[in-house]
Antibody, heavy 117, light 107 residues
């Protein structure tokens, strides 16, 4: 069973760019759709977008062009960048994966990101 | 964007009770509806895919039904470990969206 290990800073300053990584273990990064989802404190889940192992992407328009996802096949890793961070971006960020572009059956443990100066 | 609305937002239930959670979509999504369970300080876990297909390893007391705009997650004979927040998720169209969640409290 594929496992996901998340890494990245827990604190980001306003206006800066968040960078998070998700490393795939016990399996290959190929032929999967890799997603990012976030959850503000005490709130529900928000889909940020996904990247296919081949590199194609789809992002949530609500994030207004601030999102970039990338994949590093040789490192079995995929990444999220979210620019122009504000307090509204404070959330737990999850990476997740699936072999179809539908449900998500494997999840990382989440990274708590706080936006504060 | 497709809006998913769950009913109820919160439910307090006793062990062995049968629980039904509803998810209603703002437009037809076929069977592209999935259910997740999230316990406090944990990541969500997939329970049901494509409205009614149980995910591997999920206890048989969890079941799903529905198509189009109305969907149901049923938990038969609730157990204490089922205390969690449950979310529906649609993948019919982009952007993917989630329901607001239903929190189950065990009395």
């Amino acid at each position: 069973q594929v496992q996901l290990q998340q890494s990245g800073p827990g604190l980001v300053k306003p206006s800066e760019t968040l960078s998070l990584n998700c490393t795939v273990s016990a399996g290959s990064i190929s032929s999967y759709y890799w997603s990012w989802i976030r959850q503000p404190p005490g709130k529900g889940l928000e889909w940020i977008g996904y990247i296919f192992s081949g590199g194609s992407t789809n992002y949530n328009p609500s994030l207004k062009g601030r999102v970039t996802m990338s994949i590093h096949t040789s490192k079995n890793r995929f990444s999220l960048r979210l620019s122009s961070m504000t307090a509204a971006d404070t959330a737990v960020y999850y990476c997740a994966g699936t072999k179809t572009v539908t449900y998500m059956d494997v999840w990382g443990k989440g990274t708590t990101v706080i936006v504060s100066s | 964007e497709i809006v998913l609305t769950q009913f109820p937002d919160f439910q307090s239930v006793t062990p062995k009770e049968k629980v039904t959670i509803t998810c209603r979509a703002s437009q037809s999504i076929g069977s592209s509806l999935h259910w997740y369970q999230q316990k406090p300080d944990q990541s969500p876990k997939l329970l049901i895919k494509y409205a009614s297909q149980s995910f591997s390893g999920v206890p048989s007391r969890f079941s799903g039904s529905g198509s189009g705009t109305d969907f149901t997650l049923t938990i038969n004979s609730l157990e204490a470990e089922d205390a969690a927040t449950y979310y529906c998720h649609q993948s019919s169209s982009l952007p993917h969206t989630f329901g607001q969640g239903t929190k189950l409290e065990i009395k």
